[in-house]
C-alpha cells in the first residue's frame, strides 16, 4: 500500500515503489499538498480528489497516512472506506439497475461462471440479489442458504441491484459450429424476463438495464435487446428522460462470413449491431489470434463500428496491455472478461479469487526490465470525459477506477461516458441481422427480423444428425417420449420427400429452392411429440391472432381416428399443464354442393390439399395467454406427418382495398375485369364488409374455393333471399386478384383433365374434382378459369383474392 510495501506476487527487485500509480500518492508539507507534479494549498486533514480521478461507485478503498515529524518520528495509520450506489434514478419501486451477465459456448466454462458469479456477488453483497435462470422451471430464482430455490418476485429488493445470470448448460459438441442456438437461447431467456417482469408489475423493465456479455453471449445478449426493443421498445426506465440501457459487449466473436470449415468462424451467429433502443453500447476486445486461425479455446474479438465506445485490448499488430499480445508468455485472450471484471471489482488482485486469472494493476504486477521498468504497458487508464490521460501514462492511477464497468449506472460514472468521434447510427430492430449468404441464401431467416416463433420453419441451422433442433425441446426440462431434444435427423429437405413433390419438381427445385426443411413427427422413426422453448406469445396490441402451421401428410397416411393435438402451458389459470388449442383430423374433409355449414366448418379442421403438398392450417389463439410466457407442444397420436412453417399470423385476413387489387393485377389479364357472384344477404354483408372467410369455401364446378363468373345471369342462379328463396338474392360485383391461372378452354376441356387425374389417382367423383383443384394449388396455381366467350367460370384458391366492387 505505502511506497515501501511489499507482497507476494510482485516483480520486485530493489528498494523503489512497485505501485506508483495508486489511485493517489500526495505529499503535504507547510500547508503544501503536492503531486504529480501539481502543487495546492490546503489541510493536512483533508483532501479532494481531481474530476480526472474519479471514483468508481459501490467499491471499498484503503487510505494510509505516514506523518513524519521534525524529529523524523513515524507514525502510520491505515483504513478504508465505501462509495456508496447511486440512488435508483427511476423510483424506490423499481431496482437501481437490472444488470444481465450471459457468456457462451466455451471450452472452460466454469472459469467464466466464477468469474461471473464472483462479480454478481461483490456487486450485490449490500443489499443486492443475484437470480439464475432455472432450466427446470423457465423461471428466475435465487439459492436460499440451504441450497433451495426461491421463485417468487424479488420486490423485497426495490431500490437495490438486481444481477441476472442466464447461464449456458449446452456443451460446445452439442452446438458446436452450427448456427441457430445463440438466437434460440435468446428467445428463451428474453420470455423469461417478460414473464419476471410481469410478475414484477413492469418494474424490471421500468429500471435502468445494462446487457454485459461475453464471446457469444454478447451476440445472445444482442438477441435480447432486440426483442425488448421490437416489444417494449422503453424498456431501462419510466420516461426517456431517465431511461438507460446499456449495451457492453466483451471479445465479441470475429466471425469470416466465407469460412466453412469446423472452427469458430462457421457458427454463423447473428450479427451484433447495436439497435436503437440501446443508450449505450462500449465494446472491448482482443484479437490476438487472427480470425483465420483461431480455435475454440482461443477466440478473437472484434470492433463493432456502431458501438460508442471501443477498447482494443491488444493483438498481435501491437502490445497495448500485458497479456494481450501474441508474443507474451501470459498471454490469455480470455482476460478480456478478467479485465472488465477488475474494474468492477477494484479490490481484487484476480478473478475469481481463487485460482483466478490475474489482474495487472501495479508496476509490480508487470514484466519488468533489468531496471524495473515496465516492458509492457499496465491495463488501466481513466478514459471518462474529465479525464485527459493516454493509456499507460506514468501519471495515470492504474488501479482501474474510471473506465470498463464505472460507465455503467451502478458504477457511478454513466454522465461521464466516452464517444468516438465517428459513431454510427443506431440500427433499426426491424432489421434483419440472422446470418446469410449466397450459398444459404434467407433460409434461416423466420418470418419478421424477430421471429413471432424461432425456427418454426426448421431452417435456423445445418443440419448434423447428432444435434438437436434449436429451439425445439432444448433449453426446457421437459420429457419427450422417445427424444427430449428433438434430433436434426428428423429434419428432410423437401426434395426428399415422394409423396410431396413430382419428379419433375424435384427437378426445379434442385439446388437452393430445395434446401427447406420440414421435421417428420410419427411412424417408426419420428417423435411424437415436440415442445418449443419458452417463447413470447403475441400480446393483443398484435394482428397475430392464430397460431398457423403447414402440414403434408401422405395419402396413406390418412385415417380415421389419427390427429395431431396442439397444446400450450403457461403461468396462466387453465393452462399451468399442457392444454389442447386445437386439433387437426388426419383424414379427408368433407366436400359437395350441398355440404352444411357445420361440415364445411370442419374442414379447415381436415386434410385436403395436404396430401399432394403442404396445406395450411389457423388455429385461435386464447386470449388468456396473449402476451403470455408460453411453451408449445405438437403430438401425434398415429400416421405420419411433415410439419413446417409454425408461426403466429391472421386466421384469414379481409380483402385487399379495390386500389391494392388493381395496383397487385395492372399488368395481368385480369386488370378491369369485373365479375359475378350470387350469394345470399347474410353471406353478402359478410363478403363485403369483412372478406371471405376460408371456412365457408364451397364446391363449384372447378373444384373447392370461391367461384365467380363473367355472366350476371348465370351467377342469380346461386343466389337467394333471406327465405331461401332462389334467384332473388344479392349477386356481389368482383375483381379478382389472380395472376398464375391454370387456364382452359372450356369445361370439357378442364373435365378431361380431371378424369385422366381421377383415373392415375384412382378417386371418384365428387372427391376427384376436389382433388385436383387442391393439387393444381400445390402446384403454385392461384386459380383456374375457363376462356370460352360464351361462359366463363373461375375458381380462386385464397380469399384474400376477392375484392367487391359493388353490391
Avoid: C
Avoid at 464472483?118 to 437470480?131: D, F, I, R, W, Y
Avoid at 452450427?178 to 428474453?190: I, L, P, R, V
Avoid at 478480456?336 to 477494484?346: E, M, Q, V
Avoid at 359437395?592 to 389463439?621: A, C, H, M, V, W
Amino acid at each position: 500500500m505505502l511506497p515501501d510495501d511489499r507482497w507476494d506476487g510482485l516483480n520486485s527487485a530493489g528498494d523503489q515503489d512497485y505501485n506508483p500509480n495508486r489511485v493517489l500518492t500526495a505529499e503535504w508539507n507547510n500547508g503544501i499538498w503536492t503531486w504529480d507534479g501539481g502543487t495546492k494549498a490546503g489541510s493536512s486533514e483533508e483532501f479532494t480528489l481531481s474530476n480526472d480521478r474519479m471514483l468508481t461507485a459501490g467499491q471499498e478503498y484503503h487510505w494510509a497516512v505516514e506523518a513524519v515529524t521534525n524529529g523524523e518520528e513515524r507514525k502510520v495509520v491505515t483504513n478504508q472506506f465505501k462509495t456508496l450506489l447511486p440512488a435508483p434514478m427511476t423510483g424506490s419501486n423499481t431496482f437501481s439497475s437490472v444488470t444481465v451477465l450471459t457468456r457462451g459456448l466455451e471450452s472452460q466454462p466454469n472459469l467464466i461462471d466464477r468469474q461471473f458469479e464472483q462479480m454478481a456477488s461483490h456487486l450485490t453483497k449490500e443489499n443486492g440479489l443475484v437470480m439464475r435462470y432455472d432450466l427446470a422451471t423457465n423461471k428466475w430464482g435465487w439459492l436460499n442458504f440451504d441450497g433451495s430455490t426461491t421463485f417468487s418476485p424479488p420486490s423485497h429488493k426495490f431500490g437495490a441491484p438486481l444481477i441476472l445470470i442466464p447461464g449456458w448448460e449446452q456443451s460446445p459438441e452439442a452446438t458446436a459450429f452450427n448456427s441457430g442456438f445463440t438466437e434460440a437461447a435468446a428467445d428463451a431467456f428474453f420470455a423469461s424476463l417478460v414473464a419476471l417482469n410481469q410478475n414484477l408489475v413492469n418494474t424490471l423493465f421500468n429500471s435502468p438495464m445494462h446487457f454485459m456479455g461475453f464471446g457469444q453471449g454478447a451476440a445472445i445478449n444482442n438477441e435480447i435487446v432486440q426483442r425488448l426493443g421490437s416489444y417494449f421498445p422503453f424498456a431501462g426506465g419510466t420516461s426517456l428522460v431517465n431511461r438507460d440501457l446499456q449495451m457492453t459487449t466483451i471479445d465479441p466473436h470475429a466471425f469470416d462470413p466465407n469460412e466453412s470449415v469446423a472452427s469458430l468462424n462457421s457458427f454463423r451467429d447473428p450479427e451484433v449491431r447495436i439497435w436503437e433502443n440501446v443508450t449505450y453500447a462500449d465494446n472491448y476486445y482482443q484479437d490476438v489470434p487472427a480470425v483465420d486461425t483461431q480455435e475454440i479455446n482461443t477466440p478473437a474479438g472484434r470492433r463493432i463500428a456502431e458501438a460508442d465506445w471501443n477498447v482494443h485490448l491488444g493483438g498481435s499488430d501491437d502490445s497495448i496491455r500485458i497479456g494481450f499480445t501474441e508474443n507474451s508468455t501470459h498471454r490469455r485472450p480470455h482476460q478480456a472478461l478478467t479485465w472488465y471484471g477488475g474494474t468492477a471489482n477494484l479490490s481484487g488482485s484476480q478473478i475469481p479469487s481463487k485460482n483466478g486469472e490475474k489482474i495487472y494493476r501495479r508496476l509490480g504486477d508487470l514484466e519488468l526490465d533489468s531496471s524495473g521498468n515496465p516492458t509492457t504497458p499496465t491495463w488501466y487508464t481513466p478514459d471518462h470525459t474529465n479525464a485527459n490521460f493516454t493509456h499507460g501514462e506514468q501519471r495515470a492511477p492504474w488501479e482501474g477506477i474510471g473506465t470498463g464497468w464505472f460507465y455503467s449506472v451502478l458504477g457511478g460514472g454513466s454522465q461521464l461516458r466516452p464517444y468516438d468521434a465517428n459513431v454510427s447510427n443506431r440500427v433499426p430492430v426491424t432489421e434483419d441481422n440472422t446470418y446469410t449468404d449466397e450459398i444459404i441464401g434467407n433460409k434461416m431467416r423466420g418470418d419478421y427480423a424477430v421471429p413471432t416463433l424461432f425456427n418454426g420453419n426448421f431452417d435456423a441451422s445445418k443440419r448434423f444428425t447428432d444435434q438437436s433442433v434449436p429451439g425445439w425441446s432444448f433449453y426446457n426440462s421437459l420429457s419427450v417420449s422417445d427424444n427430449p431434444n428433438v434430433s436434426q435427423r428428423h429434419l428432410h429437405e423437401r426434395d426428399e420427400i415422394d409423396t410431396f413433390l413430382t419428379e419433375e419438381q424435384r427437378i426445379l427445385n434442385y439446388g437452393l429452392a430445395g434446401k427447406n426443411y420440414t421435421l417428420k413427427m410419427g411412424g417408426t422413426d419420428g417423435p411424437k411429440e415436440i415442445i418449443h422453448n419458452l417463447f413470447l406469445v403475441p400480446d393483443q396490441n398484435s394482428l397475430h391472432d392464430s397460431l398457423k402451421f403447414d402440414l403434408h401428410v401422405p395419402q396413406d397416411q390418412l385415417g380415421a381416428g389419427r390427429k395431431i393435438t396442439v397444446s400450450m402451458q403457461a403461468n396462466v389459470a387453465g393452462y399451468e399443464q399442457f392444454t389442447s388449442i386445437g386439433t387437426i383430423d388426419l383424414e379427408r374433409g368433407v366436400s359437395g354442393i350441398n355440404s352444411s355449414p357445420e361440415d364445411l366448418d370442419s374442414n379447415i379442421r381436415k386434410i385436403g390439399y395436404g396430401t399432394e403438398g403442404l396445406e395450411t392450417f389457423y388455429l385461435n389463439l386464447p386470449e388468456e395467454l396473449r402476451g403470455k410466457a408460453a411453451l408449445l407442444k405438437f403430438e401425434i397420436n398415429d400416421g405420419t406427418v411433415y410439419l413446417d412453417d409454425i408461426s403466429f399470423g391472421k386466421k384469414w385476413e379481409p380483402s385487399m382495398t379495390l386500389a391494392e387489387a388493381e395496383e397487385y393485377i395492372k399488368n395481368s389479364d385480369y386488370s378491369g375485369r369485373v365479375f359475378h357472384h350470387g350469394t345470399n344477404p347474410d353471406g353478402a354483408a359478410s363478403i363485403a364488409g369483412a372478406g371471405v372467410n376460408p371456412a365457408r369455401f364451397t364446391r363449384g364446378f372447378l373444384g373447392i374455393g370461391f367461384n365467380v363468373t363473367n355472366r350476371e345471369e348465370r351467377a342469380r342462379d346461386f343466389s337467394s333471399d333471406e327465405n331461401g328463396n332462389p334467384r332473388v338474392g344479392p349477386v356481389l360485383k368482383i375483381l379478382l386478384n389472380v395472376k398464375n391461372p391454370k387456364v382452359y378452354q372450356d369445361l370439357i376441356e378442364f373435365d378431361k383433365e380431371v378424369a385422366n387425374y381421377g383415373l392415375e389417382t384412382g378417386l371418384q367423383e365428387p372427391e376427384r374434382t376436389v382433388r385436383y383443384a387442391e393439387y393444381l394449388k400445390s402446384q403454385g396455381y392461384d386459380a383456374i378459369s375457363t376462356t370460352s366467350t360464351s361462359m366463363q367460370h373461375h375458381l380462386v384458391f385464397d380469399p384474400k383474392q376477392v375484392v367487391v366492387v359493388e353490391d
